[in-house]
Structure formats: C-alpha cells, structure tokens
C-alpha cells in the first residue's frame, strides 16, 4: 500500500499531552510486591488527574512472562498480545480503566512488542509458519513472509483495543516493521471516529503513520546517567542545533578495506567538516526494518535503512578530503547525543538514524535529518538503570532538582516524557527480584533497571517528597495555564519562537530563554546549582521578539506568588530576579509571564 506523502493531522489533543510511564506491577503494591493490578492503578487516577498530566503510557496489559527479561513480569516477554494477562485484572477492569481515565482527561496508550512473542506462545503452535528467527530468547514474526493472515491478525488487535477498550494510541517497542499495518490501524481508528497517536521507540517518523519518536530527545543516557550538557543547560542552543545554526559534529569513514578517516567541525582530524546549515530536503527520519538489538542476541538479518525525503530542508556537512576507496558506512555524530548513519550492506547493526550523501570524493555532502514533525523529549524512560553505571546510584533523572524538570523538560516546546515517580522525587526500591542481567536470576534484588523501581507511595508524607511533587503539579499548572505560548510544536519545519536570553549572574546558571506569541511571552530562568542562589540580570530581547512599540509591560511572576508589576521597555532591558537553589521547594526556577497590548 502506498503511503501518503503528507501526514494527516495528528489528534488536536496531542497539544495538551504529558505522558507519564508506567510500570503497572510496581507502580502500586496492594498486596506485597510486583503486585499491580488494573484496580490498583485505577485507585491512583485522582492523583495523576490532580498532578496534571494528561497521558499514560502504560507497559504492561497482555499476558507476558513473569521472569524472562530480568527475573520480573514484563511486557516486552509477550506471550499472547491479544490476551489480558490475569494477573493484573479482566478484560471488564481493563476497559473500567480505561474509561474512569477518560473521565478524568487523561488518554492512554499501549505498549507493542513489535518483534515477536515467547517461545511457549500458543501462537507460535497454531502458526508455526507466521515466524522466522529470534530476537531476545523469543521467535521474531516473519514480517516479510508475505502472510496476510498474520497481517489481518495483527490489524485486527491494535483496532480491536481501539474500538473494544477505547485505548488512544499506541507505543511501538524497539522498531515499526511494517508502516502499512499500522496505517490500517489508524484508519480503522478514524472510520470509528477515535482518533489515535502512534509513537515508536526508534527514530521514525512517517507521514500518516507515526506521530513523533520516544526516544528522540533524552535528558539522561540510559546506560551511564550522563546528563545531556545541552539540553540540562543551553535550551536555545539545543534549537540552534536542530536547525543546523551551530553544533559540533565529528563525521567518521569507515572504508571496505577496513582504514578509516575523521574529522570534525572543530577542525580536528584528516576530514575537513564544514556545516553549511539547513538546505535541500534529502532525508527523513528512519523508513525501514529493524536492523537488529546491539544488546539482545539473536536478532533479525541486518536491513539497509531508507532514507527518504519528508517535505522539511534538513542540516548540509560539507566534507572535504573524502578517500576515493569504497565506502561500507559513514556515521555522523553532534555534540547533542544525535547520531545518524549510512550503512553499506555488510555494515554492523546499531542504533542511528539515516544519513543521506550527494557527490563524490574527494568532497561529499551529507545530509541529517532537521527537527520536524512532533519532537518528544524524555527525563527519564524505564531503560535507564540498564548500564553498570548504576550499583550504587538512584537511577532517577531529576532527583529533587527543579532546574532539569522545568527549564530542561516541562517548559520546552515538545512533548514531555517521564516515569512513575520522578514527580515526587522517589528513592529507588528494586523489585525483590529485580537483576541486573538480561536472563537469567543472578542476584535478585540488584538490577537497577527503572522498569522494575517498587514506589513507595508512603514519601509523599515526607517533606523532600511532597514539596517535589507540590512544584512538579505547579509546573504542570502553568504550563496548563499558559498553554497558547508553552504548547509543543506538532509538526513541519517551523523553529520554535524561542530564544535565549543576555544575563549577568553571580554564578553559573543554564541560559535562560523566552518563549512568546503575539501577546505573551514566557521568561523561563534556572539554577541547577544546589548550594546557592541565583541573582541574575536579564536584558529581555523585545525588539528581537517583534516588539518595537513603546508600551507598559506587566510582569507576572508566575513560580512565586502571581505578583505582577509594570515596567517600561528600558526597564526590561535589566530586568532582576533571584533564583533560588535547586532541590528545595519553589527553588531552582523563575517563571515570569510578559505581558503587553496587542
């Protein structure tokens, strides 16, 4: 089936979204650990309705194995993804579920294992024939087979939770695999007038199919819990490198006889590296198959991506000093965590999206794909604890700090990310079983893996914890109440109005940026630093902004109180404020609308 080549609207609520992950056997424990259920989750809905946020993705519903992947229940050890796992209720409490977060203004979506199913599957004995492979200690679905009964089935159970149960959209683990079905899906979504939102894992994004990525903009690397320096504390720079306004990007040649060549922006290396800024459109995010699972053994045959264009000029590398040898692959990298790849048919599977090269050697042009479409951005994503960069450490990203949660995350122009606790600051408790291996039961108890963090609801009787959670729904409040300037972008190629602000303070902040419509600007500043506070002096950029007329402006603090107070132009230009360290109540942030007459 043909695809479209311009993506239809994604659902108008998708404006409103912030989803919030969850883990449903270790997000509550009625009866002990690992003891979640549908009902137990349910009783939670006040809560999340009363903290703002407006979508779960919820991992974990069908029937799954209960120790496969390290020694826990989880979703991603399918058995029979048509089948409500028993253990966490009924279909009848599912869909109670599912309604009752209705009511309460709140969607949900689905987690899809897309790969395959466990080996024991029932499936798997009724149609041999539907699989190929393994990935994972599982059997892969023959996606490429050609069988249209295994198509039909699979259409059939994402319209199904659609239409039977009501859900809104779904979250595609690890890759897509087939764009078609999934556009059957969202069809049948549409003929039953609900609408819904697909997301998936990778870096895919496909008109009329796929809405915005997971894992597109992470705060925190899953493996190490190395914070992104750019977007925990250059907001407007990360936009300026999404645009190819600057960055530093290394470009590394990997040639068939095994040499290779470096260079970088920076100068550095035998490649010469110019960026040359947005021009034409030659590539878009990821259209293809799974090219397999760096940490999973067994996967599926390694697939060349397809890079195709997507209607959005992307970011130019000039690259000088090209070796006229065959190349196997080429891999471009910025100083942002983006990575993007051009695999030749013998290149090593990984992660990375699509590069696209015009020319020849000695100078080539390579092409990375610019911000379009939604953007997601994620504090903090169940992978994180994975690496063995965690033995002693709480694997939460935000940890108490206001400055990452709001400045990095909650007030930036994307869809935000998080998981069950971070609100609230949540001390780290594995599930008794919880193992930091992939297979098998070694030492129970010590993964750190957040797919397997037991909350205790119990600290929000704390002071750390409940004041955290307090300032996360105040964030969550205004980003609500300020939603005509502070909503995410949805689509195409339009650079947020966003920019940073000139400042003077007396110690190392993140820069500050302001975000503004046509009659409203939002000043957002920060101090990540937990020892002391922030006094800054900002030169408010209004002629920057469009604003070249000389009227009164009103200035609400909107983090302290509501207090407004007037100013003219030339005070603006030096405007003051006090941040207050991070990790304390009302600390780490400074929210100010500004105000004029249109």
């Not at 946020?53 to 209960?66: E, H, K, P, V």
């Not at 007396?506 to 302001?514: L, S």
Request: proline share 7%.
């Amino acid at each position: 089936m043909a695809r479209k080549s311009v993506q239809p609207p994604s659902p108008s609520w998708m404006r409103d979204l912030v989803i919030y992950e969850i883990a449903p056997k270790a997000f509550t424990s009625p009866a002990g650990p690992e003891s979640g259920t549908f009902a137990s989750l349910q009783s939670r809905l006040p809560y999340l309705q009363d903290l703002g946020i407006t979508g779960i993705w919820l991992a974990g519903y069908s029937l799954s194995d209960a120790h496969h992947f390290f020694n826990i229940w989880m979703s991603y050890a399918t058995i029979e993804p048509d089948k409500i796992d028993p253990s966490l209720g009924t279909p009848g409490q599912f869909k109670a579920l599912v309604a009752e977060a209705h009511r309460r203004g709140i969607k949900i979506f689905l987690d899809v294992t897309t790969h395959g199913v466990m080996l024991s599957s029932p499936i798997v004995k009724r149609h041999p024939e539907w699989f190929r492979g393994g990935t994972c200690g599982m059997i892969d679905y023959d996606w490429e087979g050609g069988h249209t009964d295994l198509d039909d089935w699979w259409v059939q159970i994402w319209t199904d939770y659609v239409t039977i149960y009501g859900v809104d959209g779904f979250r595609l683990d690890w890759q897509i695999f087939r764009p078609d079905l999934w556009e059957r899906v969202r069809q049948n979504a549409a003929a039953a007038r609900h609408p819904i939102m697909i997301f998936e894992e990778g870096n895919s994004v496909i008109p009329g199919v796929t809405d915005f990525t997971e894992r597109e903009n992470e705060i925190s690397n899953a493996g190490t819990g190395e914070l992104n320096p750019v977007l925990a504390s250059d907001i407007p720079g990360f936009f300026d490198r999404k645009f190819g306004k600057r960055g530093d990007y290394k470009v590394e040649i990997r040639y068939v006889d095994g040499s290779k060549d470096e260079g970088s922006t920076g100068g550095k290396g035998a490649l010469r590296v110019h960026l040359d800024g947005q021009r034409a459109d030659r590539a878009s995010r990821r259209i293809g198959d799974y090219t397999g699972c760096d940490v999973c053994p067994g996967g599926q045959s390694t697939v060349e991506d397809v890079a195709k264009a997507d209607g959005i000029p992307d970011v130019q590398l000039t690259v000088e000093n090209v070796a006229g040898r065959p190349i196997e692959n080429i891999t471009v990298m910025d100083d942002c965590w983006g990575r993007w790849i051009l695999r030749g048919s013998t290149a090593a599977t990984g992660g990375g999206r699509p590069l696209t090269m015009d020319g020849r050697p000695p100078n080539i042009q390579l092409y990375v794909p610019t911000l379009g479409y939604s953007s997601s951005i994620a504090l903090s994503i169940h992978d994180i604890g994975l690496g063995t960069s965690y033995p002693d450490r709480n694997p939460f990203v935000a940890q108490g700090s206001r400055a990452l949660f709001g400045y990095s995350f909650l007030f930036t122009p994307m869809i935000p990310l998080f998981l069950s606790g971070e609100e609230f600051d949540a001390s780290f408790h594995p599930l008794p079983n919880l193992a930091p291996d992939w297979f098998g039961g070694k030492d129970p108890g010590k993964g750190r893996m957040l797919y397997g963090a037991m909350l205790d609801w119990t600290e929000l009787d704390q002071p750390q914890h409940r004041s955290m959670f307090e300032d996360v729904k105040k964030m969550l409040a205004i980003r609500k109440q300020e939603h005509a300037v502070l909503s995410p972008l949805l689509r195409g190629n339009i650079q947020p109005k966003l920019m940073g602000v000139p400042y003077e303070s007396n110690i190392t902040v993140p820069v500050p940026y302001i975000r503004w419509d046509r009659s409203t600007a939002i000043l957002v500043a920060a101090n990540n630093d937990k020892g002391e506070d922030a006094h800054l002096k900002l030169q408010i950029p209004l002629e920057s902004m469009g604003q070249t007329r000389n009227v009164e402006y009103k200035v609400t603090d909107l983090w302290n109180g509501g207090e407004t107070r007037n100013f003219t132009p030339s005070e603006l230009g030096s405007f003051a404020c006090t941040v207050k360290r991070d990790g304390i109540p009302s600390g780490g942030l400074g929210v100010f609308r500004v105000e004029w007459a249109h």
